[in-house]
């Protein structure tokens, strides 16, 4: 007997094959082909700008192969994620923010959503996830704990707050809501990771208090509005005035001249040798800090008109 004819793959009844995946939300690129939701193996973005640290494997959606209805579920998820204010999520009460997530996100958001897919019948749970408990998402996410850090975990969770937003517009996914209802997801993650990290050991930046950040910020205008044009100012007046070099400075100056700057410098009563307090590197302590020395008799002209500090070794009272 012949072989049955494969049944064809399920269509949405939500979204049209034909329509795009790069909506009104994306600012297209000419001349590049925009896939569209009846794409079933992939979805690239080579149409949207690429950021530059963003390779092109990361900036393709890419769906499984093996379940026709699991393929579905997440080009549909995909598709409401870059839509979101496409008239049918409007229609089903779905409300998401006007700017759609980057590509990579969705990538990732899909990725994880596979994972909890293939998870459930191996498990016997039900497919609907629509229908799973609070409880039964927190035993899913204790179960990837077992073999993932806070990171993952904690992705796992935005994952699944997209996927109650949308569920309302997913084949065979009844509406749902966050599992976690409004715990920050990073400790969602950590309390499933039993992870007691305080956020004073260094691992997590501390947040900055608003009677610390408000001062902070004012000072920094006042240093981009205030200062910043005195400081252009002096940087051009500087640039317009001769450089110093060593090659027109203490380099070409002949030991005679270098002699006389010494002497003149030295006999200044007001002029002090800068000593080193403690004992450092090779130098002791008390002993002459001989590039400083010689950027001051210099002029910053150069730093070895001493070179290795062996050339003026009686400063009298000046020291």
Request: proline residues 8%.
């Amino acid at each position: 007997m012949p072989n049955p004819a494969p049944l064809p793959p399920p269509a949405s009844h939500i979204f049209g094959d034909d329509e795009p995946v790069f909506g009104t939300a994306h600012h297209l690129l000419d001349g590049i082909a925009v896939p569209v939701f009846g794409d079933r193996r992939s979805w690239p973005g080579d149409c949207i700008r690429r950021p530059s640290n963003r390779p092109k494997a990361m900036w393709t959606v890419y769906f499984p192969v093996d379940d026709p209805q699991r393929n579905l579920q997440l080009r549909e998820v995909a598709f409401a994620l870059l839509n979101p204010t496409h008239r049918v999520l409007r229609q089903a009460s779905v409300f998401l923010m006007a700017e759609p997530p980057s590509l990579s996100t969705v990538t990732q958001t899909c990725r994880k959503i596979n994972t909890v897919m293939r998870w459930a019948p191996t498990h016997g749970w039900p497919a609907d996830l629509g229908q799973w408990s609070p409880d039964d998402w927190q035993e899913f996410l204790d179960d990837q704990a077992q073999d993932n850090g806070v990171a993952v975990l904690r992705h796992f969770v935005h994952a699944i707050r997209r996927l109650a937003e949308v569920s309302a517009v997913v084949t065979g996914v009844s509406s749902f809501t966050d599992p976690w209802k409004d715990e920050a997801a990073v400790e969602v993650a950590r309390r499933t990771a039993n992870v007691t990290e305080k956020y004073d050991d260094g691992l997590s930046t501390l947040s900055i208090p608003s009677a610390t950040w408000w001062p902070l910020l004012r000072a920094a205008w006042t240093y981009i509005h205030t200062f910043a044009p005195d400081i252009l100012n002096l940087r051009d007046k500087l640039a317009e005035q001769p450089k110093i070099t060593r090659a027109s400075g203490a380099a070409q100056s002949s030991s005679a001249e270098l002699d006389e700057k010494v002497r003149k410098w030295l006999a200044d009563p007001a002029h002090a040798v800068p000593v080193h307090v403690t004992t450092w590197n090779r130098a002791e302590a008390g002993a002459p800090i001989w590039t400083t020395l010689s950027q001051l008799i210099t002029d910053g002209a150069g730093a070895c008109l001493f070179g290795r500090g062996n050339h003026v070794t009686d400063f009298g009272s000046s020291g």
